[in-house]
């Protein structure tokens, strides 16, 4: 692999592993960064974009996989423990997975054709960032403390949020995140519940536009940089997850806010004044 590459794929995965859990689109920087340094072409980085993601969302497996297994069980023996009530979590993930299955299968093509850009990216990300200062500044009255306490009305209605996610720029964390504390879910609640939300989405875009558009990577380099692009991704989300909780358990988003309305607005910049002409 040329030198020039693996710098560049090497650094996607970490801007995948970084900006993965964080209410800042992972999927917005990736499509900036990769336009930045003129990585791959298009089509290449379309299918980079959505498969380097499964390398984060292994390490939420890896992570959490005691929770989940509970989850696992306690949707198939019916039952749950006297602390914590795994096959509520189960349920409640099962809900909330329903609406952007349904819109992602429907019209995900169409969203990859015309919303994939750095414009559609930097309007995202103001908007998202003017809803997260909203929301960070409601008085909140908690309804669920813990992940398995979100109940299924709950969880259906983060399920329509995260169907937003599905225009880059929007943040599938940001929007089940904030979404949740919006709905009245814990910080805490709310970051491992857009932890395991993501792993059915992620894992199933990621594996359907493998198989749809594994065309387009013609060589063994082309598979060795999705390869490293993964795996770099799960080393480096493996890294932020715990911290991530840490610190929505003691500090709000509106840092993250910022940053979003700051990229943004660069963004614009550069293609308004500047004359960038953005690839793709």
């Known amino acids: 692999m040329d030198i020039i590459l693996l710098i560049q794929v090497v650094v996607m995965g970490i801007v995948e592993g970084i900006t993965e859990f964080l209410p800042i689109s992972s999927t917005g920087y990736l499509i900036l960064s990769a336009d930045v340094m003129n990585f791959w072409t298009k089509d290449k980085v379309d299918l980079f974009v959505v498969v380097v993601q499964l390398g984060a969302i292994l390490a939420v497996i890896y992570d959490y996989w005691g929770r989940l297994w509970g989850a696992l069980m306690g949707l198939i023996t019916g039952q749950s423990d006297t602390m914590t009530n795994p096959r509520q979590l189960g349920l409640s993930l099962i809900v909330a997975t329903i609406p952007v299955m349904i819109v992602g299968f429907t019209f995900a093509d169409e969203i990859k054709a015309y919303l994939f850009n750095p414009i559609t990216v930097a309007i995202m990300l103001i908007i998202g960032g003017l809803l997260i200062f909203y929301v960070e500044n409601r008085p909140q009255t908690i309804i669920a403390s813990e992940a398995e306490?979100?109940?299924?009305?709950?969880?259906?209605?983060?399920?329509?949020?995260?169907?937003?996610?599905?225009?880059?720029?929007?943040?599938?964390?940001?929007?089940?995140?904030?979404?949740?504390?919006?709905?009245?879910?814990?910080?805490?609640?709310?970051?491992?519940?857009?932890?395991?939300?993501?792993?059915?989405?992620?894992?199933?875009?990621?594996?359907?536009?493998?198989?749809?558009?594994?065309?387009?990577?013609?060589?063994?380099?082309?598979?060795?940089?999705?390869?490293?692009?993964?795996?770099?991704?799960?080393?480096?989300?493996?890294?932020?997850?715990?911290?991530?909780?840490?610190?929505?358990?003691?500090?709000?988003?509106?840092?993250?806010?910022?940053?979003?309305?700051?990229?943004?607005?660069?963004?614009?910049?550069?293609?308004w004044v500047f004359g960038y002409q953005f690839a793709g």
């Open 149 to 271: 306490d979100v109940r299924v009305a709950t969880a259906l209605k983060i399920g329509l949020l995260q169907c937003l996610a599905l225009i880059p720029g929007t943040s599938r964390s940001g929007a089940t995140i904030i979404g949740a504390l919006w709905l009245g879910v814990s910080r805490k609640a709310s970051a491992e519940f857009s932890f395991f939300l993501g792993i059915p989405v992620i894992v199933g875009a990621g594996l359907l536009d493998l198989l749809k558009h594994h065309e387009v990577l013609t060589s063994q380099e082309d598979w060795l940089v999705l390869g490293v692009g993964t795996i770099v991704s799960f080393i480096v989300a493996l890294l932020c997850i715990r911290w991530l909780v840490a610190w929505v358990s003691r500090r709000d988003f509106k840092i993250f806010a910022w940053l979003r309305i700051i990229t943004g607005i660069v963004v614009l910049v550069a293609a």
